[in-house]
């Protein structure tokens, strides 16, 4: 059964930073690409990043270029997400999901970021 | 890139057919037949019920259906179950910059 499960999430300052972890299990993580997409509360879903199975290839919503960094370490099966300068409208439900042929097919449960004073 | 559009509600009586729309561009649901639609039910995180504009995932309900012409993707949701009351999101791919954009999700009621 494939599983991805959040974690890192918490209330920050703006113009703080996190870094959100993704554990995946289930299947050869190594072998897909994957991506970070968010709600903000009560609205819809917005892609953030991608990565690609070997992490050679990495793109970002122009929200998020130059604040946040995705990463991964097939090693230990594990999707990290550094999120800095982070403000307001950062709020949100962030999801680890997994992709295949342009298209996601699996989510986590998400990890709650919270951005207030 | 702009969300894709969908109506903010839809409703329909259990054995009822509905259908949602996801009205998109030429540089996203009209270039690629990367539509897919999500369930999600709340506090939870989304579910794939339709991949690649009309396929359905293993274990998804056949009562779930998809379509595309031109911009506009479809889904349509027969003999309507009180389970089926969820958020639906539609999806494409946009390309190998933009990747995925998303609808505004539509709010499904079973009366």
């Known amino acids: 059964e494939v599983q991805l499960v959040e974690s890192g999430g918490g209330l920050v300052q703006p113009g703080g930073s996190l870094r959100l972890s993704c554990a995946a299990s289930?299947?050869?993580?190594?072998?897909?690409?994957m991506n970070w997409v968010r709600q903000a509360p009560g609205k819809g879903l917005e892609w953030v990043s991608y990565i690609s199975s070997s992490g050679s290839s990495i793109y970002y919503a122009d929200s998020v270029k130059g604040r946040f960094t995705n990463s991964r370490d097939n090693a230990k099966n594990s999707l990290y997400l550094q999120v800095n300068s982070l403000r307001a409208e950062d709020t949100a439900v962030y999801y680890c999901?997994?992709?295949?042929?342009?298209?996601?097919?699996?989510w986590g449960q998400g990890t709650l970021v919270t951005v207030s004073s | 890139q702009s969300a894709l559009t969908q109506p903010a509600s839809v409703s329909g009586s259990p054995g009822q057919s509905i259908t949602i729309s996801c009205t998109g561009t030429?540089?996203?649901?009209?270039?690629?037949?990367?539509v897919s639609w999500y369930q999600q039910h709340p506090g939870k995180g989304p579910k794939l019920m339709i991949y690649e504009v009309s396929k359905r995932p293993s274990g998804v309900s056949n009562r779930f259906s998809g379509s595309k012409s031109g911009n506009t993707a479809s889904l349509t949701i027969s003999g309507l179950q009180a389970e089926d009351e969820a958020e639906y999101y539609c999806c494409s791919y946009a390309g190998s910059d933009t990747w995925y954009v998303f609808g505004t999700g539509t709010e499904v009621t079973v009366l």
């Open positions: 999901a997994r992709a295949q042929m342009a298209t996601i097919h699996y």
């Open positions: 030429s540089s996203d649901v009209g270039s690629y037949n990367f």
């Open positions: 289930g299947f050869t993580f190594s072998s897909f690409e």
